[in-house]
């Protein structure tokens, strides 16, 4: 048995006396001791290292107490698994140097033995679990397949991932066979991380907020319904999507049991659109965890005012930053404990 199951329970829908917190990147570069091993370690020694990754799991958990650990790993070790280079530049973020522009480019693509290309992860939930000792849950995650085509495609990091959407526009066949590739792996990867012990999953469409609405029908959520379809039996689905208020609806009818919200939609908006039925996670803003640390408090019971506290997971809008304090980030969520 879990102790602390309060996010399990906010999962289900379940009254809580208050609701539980946790924040995306939590196991990142705002802390020290993650600064240090990224002295010694890059980036994907990291990721593939086990023990590595459940240490840095673990460090949120022990230094600021959320109320879920989320594995340390990165969505593109995906597309690594399926054949396409992916390296991380410092001052560059992912950089892949040979991207995907054609349909014999999608073909020299595999759909990989999941054991054979990204047991390390497997391995690290299982050590994860190991150390954690029941404390809290573990979240498992990856990235939506249009959020990954936009690496895939684009070479790196952008602000409007151009040339991504232009793949899609004017090779749509290309686009749809690599999306469906990476969704056919993403099944195939979650449902291992579901063996191996994970409690929920989330799945994050951080660049689906680039779409229109239609395009979003389109090139995205068709392929975020199939992962969801697949889990939803097995194990929590949270789905991510940044900057996507528009389909809230329709993904509170997808059999997700909770859906994130950035920022930009308010929590009265976010109730209203995804039908009032559904757990919400979010929504702070990242940069306001820079404010005065009496300021963070008011605000965080402000948000759990606003949204009420059952059926709610607070939550960040996006990723803590790496700028941001650790006792900032901690009075988050301690102002969260401390909510009556």
Not at 260 to 277: E, F, K, P
């Given at each position: 048995m879990i102790k602390n199951d309060l996010f399990l329970k906010a999962l289900s829908g379940k009254t809580v006396r208050r609701p539980p917190v946790w924040m995306m990147r939590q196991a990142g570069r705002y802390l020290p001791d993650f600064m240090v091993l990224k002295e010694k370690y890059d980036f994907f020694t990291r990721c593939q290292t086990?023990?590595?990754?459940?240490?840095?799991?673990?460090?949120?958990?022990?230094?600021?107490?959320?109320?879920?650990?989320?594995?340390?790993?990165?969505?593109?070790?995906v597309l690594q698994a399926m054949q396409i280079s992916v390296e991380m530049k410092d001052g560059v973020g992912p950089w892949i140097p040979n991207p995907i522009r054609s349909q014999a480019d999608v073909n020299q693509t595999i759909i990989p033995d999941i054991q054979e290309h990204l047991g390390y992860v497997m391995d690290a939930v299982k050590f994860t679990q190991q150390e954690l000792s029941n404390r809290v849950p573990l979240i498992g995650f990856a990235g939506s397949p249009w959020t990954l085509l936009c690496y895939a495609v684009q070479g790196h990091g952008s602000k409007t991932f151009d040339k991504a959407k232009a793949f899609c526009f004017s090779q749509p066949e290309a686009a749809h066979d690599l999306l469906q590739k990476i969704?056919?792996?993403?099944?195939?990867?979650?449902?291992?991380?579901?063996?191996?012990?994970?409690?929920?999953?989330?799945?994050?469409?951080?660049?689906?907020?680039?779409?229109?609405?239609?395009?979003?029908?389109?090139?995205?959520?068709?392929?975020?319904?199939?992962?969801?379809?697949?889990?939803?039996?097995?194990?929590p689905v949270i789905v991510f999507a940044k900057g996507c208020w528009f389909a809230l609806n329709e993904m509170s009818k997808s059999g997700a049991v909770a859906l994130?919200?950035?920022?930009?939609?308010?929590?009265?908006?976010?109730?209203?659109?995804?039908?009032?039925?559904i757990t919400l996670q979010g929504n702070f803003d990242p940069s306001r965890l820079l404010s005065p640390i009496p300021e963070i408090t008011k605000a965080v019971w402000k948000m759990i005012n606003d949204f009420g506290k059952d059926r709610y997971i607070v939550n960040l809008g996006h990723g803590i930053l790496p700028n941001i304090p650790v006792d900032h980030a901690k009075a988050f969520v301690d102002a969260v404990k401390s909510y009556y």
């Open positions: 086990p023990e590595l990754a459940t240490k840095i799991t673990i460090m949120p958990i022990d230094q600021i107490g959320p109320d879920a650990a989320i594995l340390f790993s990165d969505i593109l070790v969704t056919d792996t993403t099944i195939a990867y979650l449902k291992e991380k579901v063996k191996s012990g994970v409690n929920a999953v989330q799945i994050f469409d951080s660049w689906g907020g680039l779409l229109s609405p239609e395009d979003y029908q389109i090139f995205s959520w068709p392929y975020i319904q199939q992962i969801i379809d697949a889990l939803k039996n097995k194990i994130g919200v950035d920022w930009t939609c308010s929590a009265r908006n976010a109730r209203y659109l995804s039908g009032g039925q």
